[in-house]
Every structure is written in structure tokens, then in C-alpha cells.
């Protein structure tokens, strides 16, 4: 019995054990770089699963749904919450409506830990988004069901990225850089960057365009900056609209002709302008005057 019971307790995560499946997943992940365009275009940008107006990849106004894995945006939600409130306070009498989802009628979590434990069962059911927020929480170790554990973060992130996620290709692109829960290594950060960017991560693309123009390769950080900026990214707009204005004092003015910085403007900008709603816009403003963005 004792035998049963401990065969079917989880395997304890040693450092050796998760080095050896990180030094597995960065193998297939340079075969997978290998021959790929690192400048092809951009993957298509997800829609919001109710108002479907596409979801910025640059900000972070989308919410992630337990019950059914649902990305949706911010206003949408707002907008399910208000009306369930106007309808209830419209209620003189009678049991009230539960808040629910806007996608799936399931029933909000009344609390951490049962919002937790639905993230885990979308985990078990091989979701990349569950698994890559996962990991967040164990990196910080804010969520008082979830102590910081870098073991436990990494293990998260590496089933995320073999299940195809941008978002844990940057986190443990940034664990390498850093050297939190592995050994500093400059090459896997940039393996990793890289195959995040291939994902449609706009912030590991801006990164690696950062890497290659800092390490002196400022064509190659330029064209990584055009993709980010066009799709969206103002950072990499802006390190780009510097260059190509400092009239030679800062390096790499002759790979940005005007037309490719006219192209970068108005791509950028239909970019934002795609991902924006009236909805979203006005409780964008409620939450500046609440002072939360």
C-alpha cells in the first residue's frame, strides 16, 4: 500500500532533472530555427473571443478565462460585469445573477483558490497559456496558494513552450539573461528570444533587434525593430524614428531609407488603430481616472 500510495506522488523536481529537459527543448528548438526566415511576417493577431476586434499583442488589456481558456478583452469583460450589476439592481425582489462568464456561462470563481484551481485543471488539460501564467505565479511567489519556485516556474514555462507558447520562450529567455533558476547563458537567452519572436512575441522581437544592435550587427537590429514597429510596438517606433533623425550620431541611419520609416509609421499605426474599439477606449479612460493605468 505504502509502495501504491508513494508511486503515485508526484516526481520531486531536482535542478539536474529540469537542466536536462531545458538542454532537450533548446535541441528541438534549434532544429526548429534551422532554416527558418527569422524575418518572415508575423503570425495572424488573435481576435477577442466575444467582440472580435483583434487583441493587442503589445499590451497587456486582454483576460485569460479558467473555466474555458478563452482570451478576451478588458472592456468585454467590463461590459458582461456592468450589465449583470444594472440587471440586479433592477431586481426589486428574488435571487440575484451570478456573475459569469461572457464566452462560456460558466460561473466566476468566488475565490483565489478556486480560480486557482480551475488555472490547474486547464494546466492538466495541456493549455500554453494556463501553463505559461503558471509559471509567472511561481516566479513571484505573490499568490499565497503558489510559494516562489524557480523549479516549479521552469517546469511550467518548459511544458508551455513545447506545447507552442511565445509568451514562455520569453520567460526563459529572461531566466537565461539573468541568470534566475539556471546558470547565466547569453546563447540560450537569444535561442529562446529567438524562437519567440518566430511565435509572434513583439517583446522578443524588439529584444533581439536590442541584442543584435548593441553586439554592433545594427542592420540586423534595425530589420527586427521594423517588424516590431509595424506591428504596433511604439518603443521599437521610437528607438527607430531616433535613429533615422540623429543625422549620423547614432549608428545605423543608412539601413532606415524614409520610405521604410513612412512604412513603419503607418503600419504601426494601423496596428493601434485595429486593436482599438469605442468600448475599449472609454473604460481604457476609467481606468487612467481611477489612476490603475
Known amino acids: 500500500m505504502g509502495k ?7 516526481k520531486k523536481l531536482t535542478p ?25 511576417p508575423l503570425p495572424p493577431t488573435e481576435d477577442c473571443a466575444i467582440c472580435f476586434v483583434p487583441i493587442s499583442p503589445i499590451k497587456s488589456g486582454r483576460m485569460y478565462k479558467t473555466c474555458c481558456g478563452k482570451e478576451i478583452c478588458w472592456a468585454c469583460y467590463k461590459e458582461n460585469k456592468e450589465s449583470i450589476n ?23 470563481p ?23 501564467l503558471m509559471g509567472d505565479l511561481y516566479r513571484t511567489g505573490e499568490h499565497e496558494t503558489h510559494a516562489k519556485d524557480d523549479l516549479k516556474a521552469l517546469d511550467c514555462w518548459i511544458r508551455a513552450v513545447e506545447l507552442g507558447s511565445p509568451a514562455a520562450c520569453v520567460h526563459i529567455a529572461n531566466r537565461y539573461e539573468k541568470g534566475e533558476g539556471v546558470a547565466v547563458d547569453k546563447e540560450r537567452a537569444a ?17 533581439i533587434g536590442c541584442s543584435e544592435y548593441l ?16 506591428a504596433g510596438d511604439q518603443t521599437s517606433l521610437n528607438t527607430l524614428r531616433d535613429i533615422f533623425n540623429a543625422d549620423c550620431k547614432i549608428p545605423g541611419k543608412e539601413f532606415i531609407s524614409k520610405e521604410e520609416m513612412d512604412s513603419a509609421y503607418r503600419s504601426g499605426h494601423e496596428a493601434q488603430m485595429e486593436a482599438k474599439s469605442e468600448e475599449r477606449e472609454w473604460h481604457l479612460l476609467k481606468l487612467k481616472q481611477l489612476g490603475i493605468v
Open 4 to 10: 501504491k500510495a508513494q508511486a503515485g506522488k508526484p
Open 16 to 40: 539536474k532533472d529540469v537542466g536536462k529537459r531545458l538542454n532537450a527543448l533548446a535541441k528541438n528548438l534549434e532544429e526548429e530555427l534551422e532554416g527558418a526566415d527569422l524575418f518572415a
Open 86 to 108: 444594472k440587471q440586479n439592481e433592477e431586481k426589486s425582489a428574488g435571487k440575484k445573477i451570478a456573475f459569469t462568464c461572457p464566452f462560456c456561462r460558466e460561473p466566476e
Open 110 to 132: 468566488t475565490s483565489k483558490e478556486e480560480r486557482m484551481r480551475r488555472l490547474q485543471a486547464r494546466c492538466l488539460k495541456k493549455d500554453s497559456t494556463a501553463l505559461a
Open 191 to 207: 535561442l529562446f528570444g529567438r524562437i519567440g519572436a518566430l511565435r509572434g512575441s513583439i517583446s522578443a522581437r524588439h529584444n
Open 215 to 230: 553586439s554592433g550587427s545594427y542592420e540586423t537590429g534595425i530589420r527586427h525593430w521594423k517588424i516590431s514597429a509595424e
